[in-house]
């Protein structure tokens, strides 16, 4: 049997509702992801506007490229925990990732939130 696309071979192998569950899937990973990059995004545009740090100053700080802090001042980044580690330690700041209820869609998702140390 020859198909013509993906779409096609998929539905010779998986039913209607398993196709839906791996698309509802693939959009709550997707939404995590998103989650997780717009975090980051927040905390690194929050604390170059409250340090008054400037473009070329913070790539200097993380050592990465121009097109890398364009694109984590975006939320497109695709960041290892390693970065994220590095850039929480630049901010002086501990990331905080925990699982939310999402009660509109009723899934769960990836969230992140950025809270400053508090001075003693």
């Not at 740090?53 to 695709?78: C, E, Q, T, W």
């Amino acid at each position: 049997m020859k198909v013509k696309n993906f779409n096609d071979y998929l539905k010779t192998r998986l039913n209607d509702t398993e196709i839906a569950e791996i698309e509802a899937q693939a959009e709550r990973e997707f939404q995590a992801l998103k989650a997780l990059q717009q975090g980051v995004a927040e905390a690194i545009n929050a604390y170059m506007k409250k340090e008054n740090i400037g473009f070329n100053d913070m790539v200097r700080k993380l050592d990465i490229s121009p097109s890398k802090l364009s694109k984590i001042k975006k939320g497109k980044a695709n960041l290892t925990l390693a970065s994220i580690a590095h850039i929480a330690a630049l901010l002086k700041q501990k990331p905080v990732f925990y699982f939310k209820n999402d009660i509109e869609n009723d899934f769960q998702i990836y969230e992140s939130k950025y809270h400053s140390k508090s001075s003693v």
